[in-house]
């Protein structure tokens, strides 16, 4: 092996050969197991939450890989019909040019041109992660294929009612000219305004106020609200109010939706631009009146003065007009929500517009319950509490069940050019005939060739085709072997802010088309934060690219990547400062398997995964630490007699202890990734690879193999060695893939284990009959024994490699018997210089003390230490501390700091805070134990 760990050299050319031999199809004869990867969006690039994701798939795919099952993890990609037109459309615009100058075909072969292109970004970072994919079986939400059954679901869906065209309120973006979907939209709250108003009564007899934050929108007021238990103005319901500037007469209605205590406790109700007043216009029988266009000017529905205004200009106008009228109250600061495009930064209108649906609230008798049910939603909701679906951690089934309980009808209908069209098409007479293509609409309508048709210019929303994912990829509509095989699927790894959008999607089509639940279970992982508990988000400059944290990036780089292309140039500056603040040395290579052992250990159950460099830091290490254990095992092991071809065989009580461990080890790395527990399997693996085989097994093996041990002993030894290395490469594997296939390579022939690869070795079971409990009580008793000679070394900063006299008091028969069993181990270990037992009665000189159990261990101090140095150096030492503390204790006391700045900050100060008084108390107590001497 080399000497040095180089994740750059290994990982690549192990992936290659991975894919290069096939080893990521199914195969075996074992229970099938089926991951679908949530298909990321085509135009860009893995981010952190896709890579923390990507990991935990990987590592369940692996895992039942290797447990013999046959084991598919399906890769594919989204269209993402918004990002991927805007991402065409900037480069046309560079180079002087727009879509409307194109044509809708030439701009969509553009952008199959753009993806042949530029389009493998993503497979190329999975390839860099170690994503066991099937490539042979990569599919993209456009292909012919998924675009088949994407026209099957909406003409069947179409046919039998459940899919309808309508006039409704959606999210708008005026920028895109589009409707957009809940998760295209930042909600965040802004300093805003709010304008007190007054409308007339129609009678003259005096006034309401409103009070709004969007006074432009009272050009399309068609009713004020008031509370019916309001007594202020029980007396006006029923009455009109003259809408200012407008002239029209407005009803005054009573709903309970209004809120007395909020604002004058009467709301201007405008069903055409609020959702909520959308609702409370249907109950009243307001008709709705849209006063913008699709890019939000005014048009002509509001009075000449304002038509072709932009609706923030209308806004100055209005205010303004009413001011001069006499009708403007007031004027206060006001904070506010405010919804956003995700990919304009547009304040996104609720408009009113005709719009394709799918009808999630119809409701038929077919099941025989009172009251009827929801033909698309109740089975989707039953799938989950009859336990066909699981959910993990299982809280996540009350936001599913509240989403579907509380569902309105899905708008599925965008207007781009990007993605699957519409399968619908008009007639002159503006008839709308639903088919798979229009050859099939004109035979089974008997239309001949001179009724000229045109296709609904619209294409249907990315979440339409992602709902079908499960099934599509598998060639359904077709009956395939695949689909027979893998559907449904085991098991669903997302975040919880797409349950709605995605999952509950998935489980309704699924169980619509195919008759059963899509996915097994599904696994809820929390979103990725920076170290300050951040939400990660370009705007704020602290997103991080998982690859610059495997390769590793320079400042200047890594400034220059955060700040081109950005869709709002003006934070370019913000983010430049924050990039160079938080990583003024850029960013250093840490490997794969270092990040994705990061990715593991912070798979907890929570909303949050805080991600912290100092950690993909120490699991860094970490890898170098395997990867200089496996040279130790190599170096005493490669060209010697292992046992694997027989020969008498003694197992000490260090063997039996690590073999003993291991069990206990693979029990709990295999109960919980099983568990979607990859933080307690991480910790598992770290501490008995670090803890117990490096730290003590390794270093217990050295006295052996260096010594006068018996060749059964030494045989012994390098077998277990080997063996315990190999089975414990194979547990870590599915977490760190590379280093544990490159090492297993030259250790698994030693280990006498046979096979071309590790990802193909089974996955390690424990052995109840090796469990050893006598052997760990044992080796327990030894280490405490060492540890507590290295603690007096410490504390009372004795160099390592000096050895030391000790004297041992109060020693039973049984200490006296271990003792002497691991005598060489002591020496070796504890670097002793003399060891002797004092008899009873006799009295020691003075000494640093440590006890194990009953046995005390006693260093005498005289001639060890120079004791007025060590006096002023812990002086010194408490100093800095005290200071230290004082400064965290003043921090703490700023109740500004403890408010303001972010729970993780806030309690990161309070445990340095504890530590610090922790080692202010232990300095203080080596003190005194050096003024006694």
Known sequence: MEKTYDPGRIEPQW????????HFRPSGEGEPYCIMIPPPNVTGTLHMGHAFQDTIMDILTRYHRMAGRNTLWQPGTDHAGIATQMVVERQLNAEGKSRHEL??????????QWKAESGGTIQNQLRRLGASVDWSRERFTMDEGLSAAVREVFVRLYEEGLIYRGQ???????VLQTAVSDLEVESAEEQGQIWHLRYPLADGSGSLTVATTRPETMLGDTAVAVNPD???????????????LVGREIPIVADDYVDPAFGTGCLKITPAHDFNDYQVGLRHGCEPINIFTPDARVNDNAPERYRGLDRFEARERVVADLEAEGLLERVEAHRLVVPRGDRTGAVIEPYLTFQWFVDLTRETQDDGRPGGWREITAPAIDAVREGRIRFIPGNWEKTYFNWLEDIQDWCISRQLWWGHRIPAWYDEAGNVYVGRDEAAVR?????????????????????????????????????????????PTSTLVTGFDIIFFWVARMIMMGLKFMGDVPFREVYIHGLVRDSDGNKMSKSKGNVLDPIDIVDGIDLESLVAKRTTGLMRPQLAPSIERQTRQHFPEGIAAHGTDALRFTFASLATTGRDVVFDMGRVDGYRNFCNKLWNAARYVLMNTE?????????????????????????????????????????????????FLWDEYCDWYLELSKPVLQGEADAATRRGTRRTLVRVLEAVLRLAHPFMPFITEEIWQRVAPLAGRRGESIMRAPFPEPDPSREDAAAEAEIAWLQRFILGVRRIRGEMNISPTRPLPLLLQNASAADRERIARHREALDFLARLESLRTLEPGESAPESALALVDELELRVPMAGLIDKQAELERLAKERSRV???????????ANDRFVERAPEAVVQKERDKLADLRATLARLDEQTRRIEAI
Not at 15 to 22: D, F, L, V
Not at 450 to 459: G, R, S
Request: one cysteine or more.
């Open 168 to 174: 409704r309120l959606v999210n708008w973006d005026p």
């Open 882 to 892: 005290a200071r230290d503390l004082e400064r965290t204790e003043g921090k703490l």
């Open 639 to 687: 060209g010697e007699d292992c046992g694997a071809e027989g020969g008498e065989v003694t197992l000490g009580s260090a063997e039996r202890w690590i073999i003993s461990r291991l069990q206990h080890t693979e029990r709990a790395v295999a109960g919980n990734i099983r568990g979607y527990r990859m933080d307690l399997a991480a910790q598992a693996l770290y501490e």
């Open 103 to 112: 044509g809708r075909e030439a701009f969509v072969e553009r952008i199959w």
């Open 15 to 22: 992936y290659a050969w991975w894919e290069q031999h096939g």
């Open 443 to 487: 035979a089974r309508h008997g239309l001949g060739p001179e009724v000229a048709l045109t296709q609904d210019a619209d294409v249907l929303d990315t979440w339409f085709s992602s709902a079908l994912w499960p099934f599509s990829t598998l060639g359904w509509p077709e009956k395939t072997p695949e689909l027979a095989t893998f559907y």
């Open 230 to 244: 309001d007594e202020r103005f029980r007396h006006l319901i029923g009455r009109h109010v003259r809408l200012p």
